[in-house]
């Protein structure tokens, strides 16, 4: 029993200084560490401990900060930019499904007017064509942009190092 009480109150000094102990544990360490030499030593040892570590000078090198600070505004944009990737995967999805249970219907359409109109059948059959193309052709230049904006932010970083 004596080895419990003896390991809470190592646990709670250990605590106290991390993230802090309830009033009521706090008033159970004090009773506990006044009849308790070996927990005092160890709160004391504990409490040399830290001011110790306090005194410890590391040095850094100096664009750590910079560096840290570039780091963390990236990662921030990538989870800026990932939602809208979803958004852009999911209309496309939705397009390119609208687009083929739609396509019968638009190259009839398509046909007719041509006729209708005297155009070529080249010319509305390339209208038919572009028609289908141009989602695809969107998500290509969308992610040709987004390509050449990891290239430019690898070039950046490269000079900021």
Known sequence: MSQN??????RLIAQER?????????QWLRRHLADCPSCVAHA?????????????????PPTLASRTQFRVRLRAEQLRSEPRWRIVWTAC???????????PYVWRGLEWA?????VPNVVWEL???LWWALPAAVVAVILLMTDAGRSHEADWNRQAN
Not at 18 to 26: H, R, Y
Not at 46 to 60: C, D, K, M, W, Y
Not at 93 to 103: D, H, K, N, R, V
Not at 114 to 118: A, D, E
């Open 18 to 26: 991390v993230e802090g102990i309830s009033t009521a544990d706090q």
């Open 5 to 10: 009480l003896h390991a809470r109150a190592e």
């Open 44 to 60: 004391a040892a504990t409490e040399q401990a830290i001011r110790s570590l306090r005194g410890l000078s590391v040095s850094l």
């Open 93 to 103: 999805g939705i397009s390119w499904a609208f687009g083929a249970a739609t396509a």
């Open 127 to 129: 209208g038919f064509g």
């Open 114 to 118: 041509g006729h209708r109109l005297g």
